[in-house]
Structure formats: structure tokens, C-alpha cells
Nanobody
Framework: QVRFLESGGGLVQPGGSLELSCAAS????????MAWYRQAPGKERELVAF????????DYVESVKGRFVIYRDNSRNTVHLQMNSLKPEDTFRYYC?????????????WGQGTLVTVSE
């Protein structure tokens, strides 16, 4: 069974930092590209960041380029999102999933996500 367990969210002031983590299981993680997605209530989930299976290629939505860094640890089946210079518009629930070459989520199963709130 595919499972994703996201953690690391919380309340942070504008300009602050958070690091999100995702522990994945139930599929061959080391051969799977991964991505972070985010969703606001009532809205569709959107891509935030993508990383190739080996970690050598990354890509980001324009609004987070230069502020967020995605990286992975294939020995631990984890993927992380370092979020710096956070802005109120980064307030979302964040999720991870395996991703295809079009950056679309590979699995229908999702974790509970982790909530990031950026506010004074």
C-alpha cells in the first residue's frame, strides 16, 4: 500500500523558514521522481517542486524559485522541502507524491499533508 507521511508544517512569520519532510513507502522510491504539491481549501492541488529519482534535476513553480529547495534521501525514502523567505501567499496544506515526467502525481493515494501558515 502506497503511503505518504508529511511533517514539519506550522505557523511562521513572514520572512521565516520551515523544512517539510515526507516519508514514503509502498513503492520503489529510489526509482521514482517525487514532487511537493500544495492546496488551499476549495482549490485544486498545484505543483510546488519536482525532483528526479536520483536527485540531479529539480524544478519549481515560478513563485517559489530562489526561496524553496527540494531534496531527497533515497537511503531513507524521504523527500524534503526547505522553505525560506516565506510569504503569506505560501499559506497552504503541503503534500508529497511520486510524480510522472509531466509533474503529475503518480498515485491516487495522498497523505494528510502538513499545514503551513505564514502570518504575523
Amino acid at each position: 500500500q502506497v503511503r505518504f507521511l508529511e511533517s514539519g508544517g506550522g505557523l511562521v512569520q513572514p520572512g521565516g523558514s520551515l523544512e517539510l519532510s515526507c516519508a514514503a513507502s509502498g513503492f520503489d522510491f529510489r526509482f521514482s521522481a517525487m514532487a511537493w504539491y500544495r492546496q488551499a481549501p476549495g482549490k485544486e492541488r498545484e505543483l510546488v517542486a519536482f525532483i528526479s529519482s536520483g536527485g540531479s534535476f529539480t524544478d519549481y513553480v515560478e513563485s517559489v524559485k530562489g526561496r524553496f529547495v527540494i531534496y531527497r534521501d533515497n537511503s531513507r525514502n524521504t523527500v524534503h522541502l526547505q522553505m525560506n523567505s516565506l510569504k503569506p501567499e505560501d499559506t497552504f496544506r503541503y503534500y508529497c507524491n511520486a510524480a510522472d515526467s509531466q509533474y503529475k502525481p503518480q498515485f491516487e493515494d495522498w497523505g494528510q499533508g502538513t499545514l503551513v501558515t505564514v502570518s504575523e
